[in-house]
Nanobody, 123 residues
Framework: QMQLVESGGGLVQAGGSLRLSCAASGRAFSTYAMGWFRQAPGKEREFVAT????????YYADSVKGRFTISRDNAKNTVYLQMNSLKPEDTAVYYC????????????????WGQGTQVTVSS
């Protein structure tokens, strides 16, 4: 089992920045791909970003490319999502996920999920 706990969400004005963290405990963190997904009110959960176990490969949704950066510190069992130039449409609950994924944008490929952290961007 792996437990994931997100933190760093909050309320920010458009154009601002936030950094989300996801602390993992349990199984071998460094062997898992780590991803971020989000769910806005009334919408389905969607892929945001993923980083492979080595940190050498990162993937982003087109909507966040160039504004968000995913990174990981395997020594600290933590993955981060640096969010810059935030927009009101980024408002959502952000979820951290872990898995030995083949399809990085597909939720079903992720085995473990956190409880989520709320990000609200005001205009």
């Amino acid at each position: 089992q792996m437990q994931l706990v997100e933190s760093g969400g909050g309320l920010v004005q458009a154009g601002g920045s936030l950094r989300l963290s996801c602390a993992a405990s349990g199984r071998a963190f460094s062997t898992y791909a780590m991803g971020w997904f989000r769910q806005a009110p009334g919408k389905e959960r969607e892929f945001v970003a993923t980083i492979r176990w080595s940190g050498g490969s990162t993937y982003y949704a087109d909507s966040v490319k160039g504004r968000f950066t995913i990174s990981r510190d395997n020594a600290k069992n933590t993955v981060y999502l640096q969010m810059n130039s935030l927009k009101p449409e980024d408002t959502a609950v952000y979820y951290c996920a872990a898995g030995h994924v083949a399809r990085i944008r597909v939720e079903d490929d992720y085995d473990y999920w956190g409880q989520g952290t709320q990000v609200t961007v005001s205009s």
